[in-house]
Protein backbone atom coordinates (compact mmCIF):
# COMPACT_ATOMS: atom_id res chain seq x y z
CA UNK A 1 0.00 0.00 0.00
CA UNK A 2 1.32 3.72 -0.53
CA UNK A 3 1.72 5.98 1.76
CA UNK A 4 -0.82 8.48 2.18
CA UNK A 5 -0.97 11.63 0.09
CA UNK A 6 -0.84 14.04 3.31
CA UNK A 7 2.87 12.08 4.02
CA UNK A 8 5.07 11.34 0.98
CA UNK A 9 8.02 11.18 3.38
CA UNK A 10 7.11 14.09 5.76
CA UNK A 11 3.89 15.89 6.04
CA UNK A 12 5.44 19.16 6.27
CA UNK A 13 7.84 20.69 3.95
CA UNK A 14 10.03 24.19 2.92
CA UNK A 15 10.32 24.82 -0.44
CA UNK A 16 11.57 28.09 -1.92
CA UNK A 17 10.05 30.11 -4.83
CA UNK A 18 12.16 30.85 -8.03
CA UNK A 19 12.43 34.52 -6.61
CA UNK A 20 13.76 33.38 -3.16
CA UNK A 21 10.26 33.26 -0.95
CA UNK A 22 10.88 30.52 1.36
CA UNK A 23 7.75 28.74 2.22
CA UNK A 24 6.06 26.54 5.08
CA UNK A 25 3.59 24.04 3.11
CA UNK A 26 1.79 21.66 5.30
CA UNK A 27 -1.74 19.42 5.64
CA UNK A 28 -4.54 21.22 6.49
CA UNK A 29 -6.78 20.49 8.79
CA UNK A 30 -10.49 20.93 10.49
CA UNK A 31 -8.67 23.58 12.88
CA UNK A 32 -8.30 25.40 9.39
CA UNK A 33 -11.47 26.76 9.00
CA UNK A 34 -11.45 30.03 9.62
CA UNK A 35 -7.91 30.61 8.16
CA UNK A 36 -8.91 28.90 4.86
CA UNK A 37 -12.36 31.17 4.57
CA UNK A 38 -10.31 34.38 5.27
CA UNK A 39 -7.91 33.27 2.76
CA UNK A 40 -10.39 32.33 0.10
CA UNK A 41 -11.75 36.10 0.84
CA UNK A 42 -8.25 37.44 -0.41
CA UNK A 43 -8.48 35.69 -4.00
CA UNK A 44 -9.30 37.78 -6.94
CA UNK A 45 -12.49 36.92 -7.62
CA UNK A 46 -11.50 36.08 -11.63
CA UNK A 47 -9.05 33.48 -10.08
CA UNK A 48 -12.06 32.14 -7.89
CA UNK A 49 -14.07 31.93 -11.28
CA UNK A 50 -10.94 29.96 -12.31
CA UNK A 51 -10.51 27.95 -9.71
CA UNK A 52 -13.96 26.67 -8.75
CA UNK A 53 -14.99 26.80 -12.72
CA UNK A 54 -18.00 28.87 -11.48
CA UNK A 55 -19.23 32.50 -11.01
CA UNK A 56 -18.19 32.22 -7.08
CA UNK A 57 -18.13 35.35 -5.33
CA UNK A 58 -17.68 33.20 -2.09
CA UNK A 59 -16.50 30.15 -0.73
CA UNK A 60 -18.85 28.78 1.79
CA UNK A 61 -18.33 26.97 4.69
CA UNK A 62 -19.66 23.76 2.52
CA UNK A 63 -16.85 23.74 -0.06
CA UNK A 64 -14.33 24.82 2.85
CA UNK A 65 -15.41 21.47 4.69
CA UNK A 66 -15.54 19.67 1.79
CA UNK A 67 -11.80 20.79 1.37
CA UNK A 68 -10.75 19.86 4.88
CA UNK A 69 -12.74 16.35 4.74
CA UNK A 70 -9.66 14.54 3.26
CA UNK A 71 -9.39 10.68 3.27
CA UNK A 72 -5.85 10.89 3.38
CA UNK A 73 -5.48 7.74 1.20
CA UNK A 74 -6.77 10.09 -1.78
CA UNK A 75 -6.98 13.96 -1.26
CA UNK A 76 -4.84 16.23 0.61
CA UNK A 77 -5.52 19.94 1.06
CA UNK A 78 -1.87 21.70 1.40
CA UNK A 79 -1.50 25.10 3.20
CA UNK A 80 1.66 27.91 2.06
CA UNK A 81 2.43 29.72 4.66
CA UNK A 82 5.21 32.58 3.85
CA UNK A 83 7.87 33.12 6.65
CA UNK A 84 5.71 35.92 8.66
CA UNK A 85 3.14 33.25 8.83
CA UNK A 86 0.90 34.43 6.55
CA UNK A 87 -1.05 32.24 4.38
CA UNK A 88 0.19 32.81 0.83
CA UNK A 89 -1.16 29.54 -1.30
CA UNK A 90 -3.47 26.40 -1.14
CA UNK A 91 -3.41 23.52 -2.99
CA UNK A 92 -5.46 20.69 -3.23
CA UNK A 93 -4.62 17.27 -4.89
CA UNK A 94 -7.19 14.49 -4.93
CA UNK A 95 -6.36 10.45 -6.77
CA UNK A 96 -9.00 8.71 -8.36
CA UNK A 97 -10.17 5.19 -6.51
CA UNK A 98 -6.60 3.21 -8.43
CA UNK A 99 -4.38 6.26 -7.31
CA UNK A 100 -2.95 6.50 -10.32
CA UNK A 101 -4.35 9.58 -11.52
CA UNK A 102 -5.06 12.86 -9.23
CA UNK A 103 -6.46 16.07 -9.77
CA UNK A 104 -4.64 19.24 -8.89
CA UNK A 105 -6.15 22.88 -8.03
CA UNK A 106 -3.69 25.53 -6.70
CA UNK A 107 -4.80 29.37 -5.60
CA UNK A 108 -2.83 31.90 -4.41
CA UNK A 109 -3.74 35.12 -2.37
CA UNK A 110 -3.93 38.43 -4.11
CA UNK A 111 -1.37 40.32 -2.64
CA UNK A 112 1.16 37.75 -3.21
CA UNK A 113 0.57 36.76 -6.83
CA UNK A 114 3.95 37.15 -9.64
CA UNK A 115 5.85 35.72 -7.05
CA UNK A 116 6.14 32.47 -7.86
CA UNK A 117 3.72 30.83 -5.09
CA UNK A 118 1.62 28.98 -7.63
CA UNK A 119 4.45 27.47 -10.02
CA UNK A 120 6.36 26.39 -6.73
CA UNK A 121 2.80 24.67 -5.19
CA UNK A 122 1.79 23.03 -8.72
CA UNK A 123 5.68 21.38 -8.56
CA UNK A 124 5.46 20.53 -5.31
CA UNK A 125 2.03 18.75 -5.54
CA UNK A 126 3.89 16.91 -8.36
CA UNK A 127 6.72 15.53 -6.43
CA UNK A 128 4.21 14.74 -3.19
CA UNK A 129 1.68 12.94 -6.35
CA UNK A 130 5.03 11.07 -8.03
CA UNK A 131 6.26 9.92 -4.47
CA UNK A 132 2.76 8.67 -3.65
CA UNK A 133 3.42 6.56 -6.87
CA UNK A 134 0.48 8.26 -9.01
CA UNK A 135 1.05 8.17 -12.87
CA UNK A 136 -0.39 11.29 -13.94
CA UNK A 137 -1.39 14.80 -12.42
CA UNK A 138 -4.38 16.31 -14.25
CA UNK A 139 -5.60 20.12 -14.05
CA UNK A 140 -9.06 20.94 -15.55
CA UNK A 141 -8.39 25.06 -16.48
CA UNK A 142 -11.00 27.74 -18.30
CA UNK A 143 -9.36 28.60 -21.75
CA UNK A 144 -9.29 32.10 -20.59
CA UNK A 145 -7.30 30.89 -17.65
CA UNK A 146 -3.73 31.48 -19.63
CA UNK A 147 -2.01 32.32 -16.52
CA UNK A 148 -2.44 28.77 -14.86
CA UNK A 149 -1.59 27.28 -18.46
CA UNK A 150 1.26 28.74 -18.87
CA UNK A 151 2.42 28.08 -15.52
CA UNK A 152 1.21 24.59 -16.02
CA UNK A 153 3.11 24.18 -19.42
CA UNK A 154 6.08 25.10 -18.06
CA UNK A 155 6.24 22.45 -15.68
CA UNK A 156 5.52 19.97 -18.51
CA UNK A 157 1.83 19.86 -18.91
CA UNK A 158 0.45 19.12 -22.46
CA UNK A 159 -3.05 20.14 -23.16
CA UNK A 160 -5.95 19.15 -25.11
CA UNK A 161 -9.57 19.57 -25.24
CA UNK A 162 -11.68 18.84 -22.55
CA UNK A 163 -14.17 16.31 -23.63
CA UNK A 164 -18.10 18.10 -23.16
CA UNK A 165 -17.31 21.39 -22.74
CA UNK A 166 -15.50 23.92 -25.21
CA UNK A 167 -14.61 26.28 -22.73
CA UNK A 168 -12.14 24.05 -20.50
CA UNK A 169 -8.97 22.45 -21.29
CA UNK A 170 -6.95 19.90 -19.83
CA UNK A 171 -3.65 19.73 -18.94
CA UNK A 172 -1.60 16.52 -18.13
CA UNK A 173 1.51 15.69 -16.75
CA UNK A 174 3.44 12.15 -16.83
CA UNK A 175 5.03 11.67 -13.38
CA UNK A 176 6.68 8.88 -15.00
CA UNK A 177 10.40 9.24 -15.83
CA UNK A 178 13.06 11.84 -15.64
CA UNK A 179 11.16 14.43 -17.44
CA UNK A 180 8.03 14.76 -14.97
CA UNK A 181 7.55 18.09 -12.95
CA UNK A 182 9.20 18.06 -9.68
CA UNK A 183 11.49 14.75 -11.30
Do not use: C
Not at 19 to 27: D, K, N
Not at 56 to 62: A, I, L, P
Amino acid sequence: MSPPLSEPSSPQAEITTGIGLRLHVRPANAADETELETFFENVTLEDLRFRFLSAVQHVGHDQITAMLRTDRERTVTLLAYEEGGALVGVAMLAADAQSETAEVAVSVHRDWKAQGIGWSLLRHVAQRARARGILRLQSIESRDNHAAIEVERDLGFTARAYAGDPTLILLEADLVGDTAPGA
